[in-house]
């Protein structure tokens, strides 16, 4: 064999054992969205872009978290009626207390396993660092309930204020931050003593909970006043608001591992706007879809997802050039999404 010869061989054969050692496409990862209407959860390749499944788990899948070891994904069900605002709630059927808990799905298996108790009409939670508890709002038991998930025990319920909705734990692990829709306020937990520290008075309507990667800052999206507030989580108390716009919703939140930005979708609004916490100054807005609600960056944190609920679909927004990639249709009524690396 030529000199030649010899280097081309060489050269296919490094590609080719390239080749052989790339993890298959779409293997990286999975996007899980849970769907309100239908109570079921879709399964999305980000890679293919397409939906893969949607599998039934129960009444008003809502709030959607993997597990702490990644082999689990929690989801929220209630048999509680859909009551969207100026809806005459005496007029509503009553609620199916049966179909209220916390789902468990099996990624592996790719199934659900069970139900397990969640407390009343369970919205959203959140789960602790070793995994052991899950931390539950009760939207129409104004609480949060701890809830241990390998036993299926709820294990005590505080009060929080009316129609408790977002609920996050600090990065830490200390604290829990619930908001209250109905009164406007944050209720501060301590974990270790599951007791309330201080209620915080923030915006009308408030949202969702997102901290800073070093725990300094909560950020609270209030819908009805178009803003979010800037919580000092040492002082326990409102330093600033940051309005997003004019017509905007606040809704769900995503913050990038360093801090840098952050991402707020605005439901009826139909954008995505891009915060600079450094300056707390927005840095883009941009249409992604009929009402974003849940949102969830991908791993890379190159791209970003967003639940829309009126068009029953998921867009894919690519953050560099902030457009939407594509809209993959999922079940009715698109809630919450999470991203777990597979």
């Known amino acids: 064999m030529s000199k030649a010869a010899w280097l081309v061989f060489l050269v296919l054969l490094l590609v080719s054992l390239a080749g052989c050692s790339r993890p298959p496409a779409g293997s990286s990862y999975r996007v899980y969205v849970s769907n309100e209407g239908s109570g079921d959860l879709t399964v999305i390749d980000p890679v293919k872009m397409e939906a893969l499944a949607t599998l039934p788990l129960g ?3 809502r709030g959607i978290h993997p597990s702490a070891d990644g082999k689990l994904i929690f989801v929220a069900l209630s048999g ?3 009551a969207p605002p100026g809806v005459d709630e005496s007029t509503l059927p009553p609620p199916d207390k049966s179909a209220d808990g916390i789902g468990v799905f099996d990624i592996a298996q790719n199934k659900m396993l069970r139900k397990v108790p969640g407390g009343s009409d369970p919205e959203q939670f959140a ?4 995994g052991k508890l899950l931390y539950v709002s009760n939207e129409d038991a104004a609480g ?5 998930p390998a036993s299926g025990q709820v294990l005590k319920t505080l ?10 734990l600090s990065p830490d692990g200390k604290q829990i931050f619930a908001t209250s829709e109905d009164e406007g306020t944050v209720t501060v ?6 007791t309330e520290v201080k209620k915080i008075k923030v915006g009308r309507r408030p949202r969702g909970v997102v901290f800073l990667p070093d725990g300094t800052r909560a950020y609270i999206t209030n819908e009805n006043d178009a803003t979010l507030s800037v919580i000092d989580v040492a002082k326990g108390e409102v330093t600033g608001t940051i309005p997003v716009g004019a017509g905007l919703k606040p809704m769900g939140m995503a913050m990038s591992r360093d801090g840098a930005n952050l991402y707020v979708s605005t439901g009826r609004g139909k954008k995505l ?7 707390e100054r927005i840095v883009a807005a941009f249409e992604v879809g009929d009402r ?3 949102i969830a960056l991908s791993p890379d944190e190159k791209l970003l997802f967003t639940a829309n609920g009126p068009s029953n679909d998921v867009s894919i927004v690519d953050l560099a050039t902030r457009t939407v990639l594509k809209k993959i249709k999922v079940g009715d009524r698109p809630w919450g999404v999470t991203v777990v690396v597979q």
């Open 159 to 168: 009060p929080t204020g009316r129609e408790p909705e977002g609920v996050t």
């Open 127 to 130: 789960v602790a660092r070793d």
């Open 80 to 82: 509680s009626p859909f």
């Open 59 to 61: 009444k008003r899948a």
């Open 292 to 294: 974003p609600w849940g």
């Open 189 to 194: 937990v301590d974990v270790a003593t599951q």
């Open 144 to 148: 949060l309930s701890f809830v241990d």
């Open 273 to 279: 706007v891009i915060i600079e916490p450094a300056t």
